[in-house]
């Protein structure tokens, strides 16, 4: 079964400052998407960022990339100079990818997340 | 469109009380799933509709959960018969399918706020 493992409950990072948030995974899938969602404090969870395993090219999205290593099954993402409003939980995310045309992707695997703080 | 919305946003019951949360999702999204979401943890899978089929269910929905989308537009999720271990956040999502599964916003998942469901 895929697993998804973010080992940092917590982290904290200085206002301007770069953070690193882990993420791990594991899959026997050669397919698949991985996501980094972020849920602000009683607010809806967005997209942050996503990543297709046959790219392997990081994804980068403004202040946001990822730093993906298929082999070692590995999702990590750098936030650069870090804003009060990225403080939130960030869930890293997996998804295989279907194998017919059109599939869906109903049953996204998520990690336990990590709490960002921000400190100004 | 205003995105996903969900009612009500906080549930407050006693065990043994029957609870329904309404979804509904992006207007052109024929997509949509239900995720459950406790303390300290990931969203977990619980189903998803594709129009108004359900196509996947999580052996996390027992009989006491019943989900409907009976005309494609707006699902509800029933608990029957509350117990103190269904005390947690129902997130609600929709996603269109995208011309092309590969496509950059094909089955992305635009999460509702939730609704907060608290079993005394």
């Known amino acids: 079964a895929q697993t998804v493992t973010q080992s940092q409950p917590e982290m904290s990072v200085q206002e301007a400052e770069t953070v690193t948030l882990s993420c791990t995974y594991d899959?026997?899938?050669?397919?698949?998407?991985l996501f980094w969602y972020k849920q602000p404090p009683s607010r809806q969870m967005i997209l942050v960022i996503r990543q297709e395993a046959y790219k392997q090219q990081n994804a980068t999205e403004n202040r946001f990339s990822v730093n993906f290593q298929k082999a070692a099954k590995s999702f990590s993402l750098k936030i650069s100079d870090s804003q009060l409003g990225d403080a939130a939980m960030y869930f890293c995310?997996?998804?295989?990818?279907?194998?017919?045309?059109?599939?869906?992707?109903?049953?996204?695997?998520f990690g336990k997340g990590t709490k960002l703080s921000v400190k100004p | 469109d205003t995105g996903v919305s969900q009612d009500p946003r906080h549930k407050i019951t006693k065990r043994g009380q029957n609870v329904t949360f309404r979804c509904d999702p992006i207007s052109e999204h024929n997509r949509l799933y239900w995720y459950r979401q406790t303390l300290g943890q990931g969203p977990e899978f619980l189903t998803y509709f594709q129009n108004e089929a359900q196509l996947e269910k999580s052996r996390l929905l027992s009989d006491r959960f019943s989900a409907e989308r009976p005309k494609g537009s707006f699902s509800t999720l029933e608990i029957q018969r509350t117990e103190q271990g269904d005390s947690a956040m129902y997130l609600c999502a929709s996603s269109s399918p995208g011309q092309r599964w590969r496509s950059s916003g094909a089955n992305v998942l635009t999460f509702g706020a939730g609704s907060r469901l608290t079993v005394l």
């Open positions: 899959t026997s899938e050669s397919d698949y998407y």
């Open positions: 995310a997996y998804v295989k990818e279907p194998r017919n045309y059109g599939g869906s992707q109903g049953n996204l695997i």
